[in-house]
């Protein structure tokens, strides 16, 4: 018996160490402190800022950055048009940015691949409606399509996520179809549907595991994307609406103010540009790790 387990084991393919080390070599340590920073500024806002996000000081408008002349650490970034301190705002406006991003990319994720797997692995007319509703969607510019239902449903936070969702399901609807058709067919697959296993549990236990990798990188490139469209629906005032400290939202407000006070728009364009290139970064590099026709 252990002769037979071990002839099995013999003919197994195996990795050497360095395999391994070799995809953690090349992550994007930079990047991933970077977000890590990012995100931790953001869940503790309260802790690392006194400042209302909200409150309103005349006295103290257009306050420059501590470097500046005139700058304090009082007020480390500066302060607004009407005196609301920038830093704070930042990081709370954070969290309205970043959540947005994460709901409508979880509501996605769930429509996405559900959709997908059902299309992929019933076929027939189920895999033709749900790809021609897929097509239609991907068809429609999803910026002019969220202006339009954003200015006729009114701004809310609710509604730019529901907005956003269906363009994210259609792209994973359309990814893990891809990836599904090919497990479909390959042949422990074929083995469990003999043994008399369900689809259910087919789906489970054998297709989906090997299209996770598939859904995490493209939720990882979407999220930076997400953020993108939801900085710019609020920079054209029809995001999440105002007083909300909101990054795109802070551009806006501080863009006529650029040539004297260019304060007020840079630091929030930066919290944007670092935390999108960061999660650009990071989902490439695991489109590669997780790729299994990568050559180490």
Not at 15 to 28: D, I, K, L, N, Q
Not at 59 to 73: D, Q, V
Not at 151 to 178: C, D, E, K, Y
Request: aromatic share 8%.
């Amino acid at each position: 018996m252990s002769d037979v387990l071990s002839a099995r084991l013999a003919v197994l393919p195996r990795r050497p160490v360095s395999a391994f080390v070799g995809r953690w070599s090349g992550a994007p340590w930079l990047s991933g402190l970077v977000l890590l920073v990012l995100i931790l500024g953001v869940a503790c806002a309260p802790l690392l800022t006194r400042w209302d996000p909200l409150e309103i000081d005349l006295a103290k408008a257009f306050a420059p950055p501590f470097y500046a002349a005139g700058g304090s650490w009082d007020h480390p970034l500066g302060t607004d048009n009407l005196g609301r301190d920038i830093l704070s705002r930042i990081l709370y406006g954070g969290r309205v940015t970043l959540l947005l991003s994460v709901l409508a990319i979880v509501l996605g994720i769930v429509a996405g691949t559900l959709l997908g797997l059902l299309s992929g692995y019933r076929g027939g007319w189920v895999d033709v409606v749900i790809q021609r509703s897929v097509e239609a969607i991907l068809s429609l510019p999803t910026m002019m399509v969220a202006l339009v239902f954003i200015f006729v449903l009114g701004q809310s936070f609710t509604g730019v996520v529901l907005v956003l969702s269906p363009f994210i399901a259609a792209r994973f609807a359309r990814m893990v179809r891809g990836d599904v058709l090919s497990v479909r067919a390959l042949p422990y697959v074929d083995l469990a549907r003999v043994a008399g296993a369900s689809d259910t549990r087919i789906i489970l236990r054998h297709v989906l595991p090997n299209v996770a990798g598939t859904i995490i990188v493209v939720a990882t490139l979407e999220v930076g994307q997400l953020i993108l469209v939801v900085s710019s629906l609020s920079f054209l005032g029809l995001g999440v609406p105002p007083p909300s400290p909101e990054w795109g939202l802070m551009v806006s407000a501080g863009r006529q103010y650029v040539a004297t006070n260019y304060w007020l728009s840079l630091f929030p364009g930066l919290a944007i540009v670092l935390t999108v290139l960061a999660i650009n970064v990071i989902g490439d590099w695991l489109r590669d790790v997780l790729d299994p026709k990568r050559v180490v």
